[in-house]
């Protein structure tokens, strides 16, 4: 075993064990759970820290960006206060949509990403935020600063993506509403709530 002083005998927890990011709230560390090439559903366990299988895609839509949260990151009662739909966040880490002109195929990675803007989306009452960030050092995104400089298609595609990945065959609706697209000051708002709801919570 190693005896360099600063040798981690066990893995850091994705949510609990990584950092936000120097940056934050302007660039934050993004944990990957999805890729636009994955058919099934990965998501975190939070008391392991590992993926898991969360379910297989229904449908053929897949997710158009890479797809994760924000560490140490906590959707609570001061996430719920900025909805303009509900005062109820949704306990867990803030989601993140990054795009990135490469394609990425792996998951279980840590990106730095710039913080542009985000989906307000409503899950069955609670606030579940989808903040949209840029790959850091990303040439082809080097200048978006702000949800407008990103193409209108791609903001519409993880819309629809976000309205019907949940649905079952036979459904004609959905309890998840996408109501609010907003820029880059809104977005960092959200981040700096869900950074001191997760102060509040788990105090680290």
Same mark, same amino acid.
């Given at each position: 075993?190693?005896?360099? %002083?600063?040798?981690?005998?066990?893995?850091?927890? %994705?949510? /609990?064990?990584?950092?936000?990011?120097?940056?934050?709230?302007?660039?934050?560390?993004?944990?990957?759970?999805?890729?636009?090439?994955? *058919?099934? &559903?990965?998501?975190?366990?939070?008391?392991?820290?590992?993926? #898991?299988?969360? #379910?297989?895609?229904? !449908?053929?839509?897949?997710? =158009?960006?890479?797809? $994760?949260?924000?560490?140490?990151?906590?959707?609570?009662?001061?996430? $719920?206060?900025?909805?303009?739909?509900?005062?109820?966040?949704?306990?867990?880490?803030?989601?993140?949509?990054?795009?990135?002109? #490469? %394609?990425?195929?792996?998951?279980?990675?840590?990106? *730095?990403? #710039?913080?542009?803007?985000?989906? /307000?989306?409503?899950?069955?009452?609670? @606030?579940?935020?989808?903040?949209?960030? +840029?790959?850091?050092?990303?040439?082809?995104?080097?200048?978006?600063?702000?949800? $407008?400089?990103?193409?209108? +298609?791609?903001?519409?595609?993880?819309?629809?993506? !976000?309205?019907?990945? &949940?649905?079952? =065959?036979?459904?004609?609706?959905?309890?998840?509403?996408?109501?609010?697209?907003?820029?880059?000051? /809104?977005?960092? &708002?959200?981040?700096? @709530? @869900?950074?001191?709801?997760?102060?509040? /919570?788990? $105090? &680290?």
């Amino acid at each position: 075993m190693s005896k360099h %002083p600063d040798f981690h005998q066990f893995r850091p927890h %994705p949510w /609990h064990g990584l950092t936000v990011g120097e940056n934050a709230p302007e660039v934050v560390n993004a944990y990957i759970e999805l890729t636009p090439f994955d *058919s099934v &559903k990965y998501e975190i366990d939070k008391e392991t820290g590992y993926l #898991r299988v969360d #379910r297989p895609q229904r !449908f053929s839509s897949q997710p =158009p960006t890479l797809y $994760g949260f924000i560490p140490r990151t906590y959707c609570a009662d001061r996430v $719920g206060e900025l909805s303009l739909t509900t005062d109820e966040g949704d306990l867990d880490p803030l989601d993140i949509c990054v795009l990135s002109e #490469r %394609p990425i195929t792996r998951v279980e990675l840590l990106v *730095s990403c #710039r913080v542009i803007g985000g989906l /307000h989306m409503v899950d069955h009452g609670e @606030a579940d935020d989808k903040i949209v960030a +840029v790959l850091e050092n990303d040439t082809v995104w080097a200048d978006a600063r702000d949800i $407008g400089d990103v193409p209108e +298609v791609l903001i519409e595609r993880l819309r629809h993506y !976000f309205l019907t990945y &949940k649905m079952v =065959p036979g459904e004609t609706t959905s309890n998840v509403q996408v109501d609010t697209i907003y820029g880059a000051a /809104h977005a960092q &708002k959200l981040v700096r @709530a @869900a950074m001191a709801d997760y102060q509040e /919570h788990f $105090g &680290k």
